[in-house]
């Protein structure tokens, strides 16, 4: 068995659920994890105004409340020119497991949300998402250098594995973020399709994992 978990990273209550993921995660260290990027906004060209900045507010607010975790409010609306595209971050997380399949790669995850969330950094740019990315290596002890992640940030195959991730969420039947999935090997069930908290999508997946 193994757990699927589709998600973007710029999908704010994904950022919420990320929190509860590494306890679940820790929870069940025997259960392998799978992170398939799902593409929320991924190709987006629209530049986001004013106005659609403080519509995203008023749902971080309510990711706030519910997961406790830190938005910089003031640094995202300081953002100019600023595309809601959320490939570039998505890709970023396909880098991180090319370059080591072997990473904890939803701390990977984590780390690029909390550069986007919390610091206020644009997640859209290549090389703000090397310099987070490579780091987020680097802390688990694998040398990766912001120019070598960038490379094959750059590179054809990475950006066509990012696009075979967008596919497969939704082959997988996921249309809203996040989803977690449990592959029991002979199907693959829904444990929790949306936020909630570690206790209890716990619950749900030894539900699950009881029922298969």
Known sequence: MKLIYVADPMCSWCYGFGKEMTELK??????????????LRAGGTELLTNEGKQFRLMHWARVEAASGLPFNREAFMALEDFVYDTEPVCRAVVTARRLHPDADVLAVFRALQNAFYAEGRNTTDGKVLSEVGSAALRKQGFDVSAESFFAEFSDAA????????????????????????????????????????AQQVDQQLRAAMARN
Do not use: C
Request: net charge negative; no cysteine; charged share 20%.
């Open 26 to 39: 820790a929870m069940h260290p025997d259960l392998q994890l799978e992170i398939v990027v799902g593409g």
């Open 158 to 197: 990475t950006i066509a594995e990012a696009r075979n991730d967008f596919v497969k969420a939704r082959r997988l039947g996921v249309n809203s973020f996040p989803a977690l999935l449990l592959d029991t090997g002979k199907e693959i069930v829904e444990v929790s399709p949306g936020y909630a908290h």
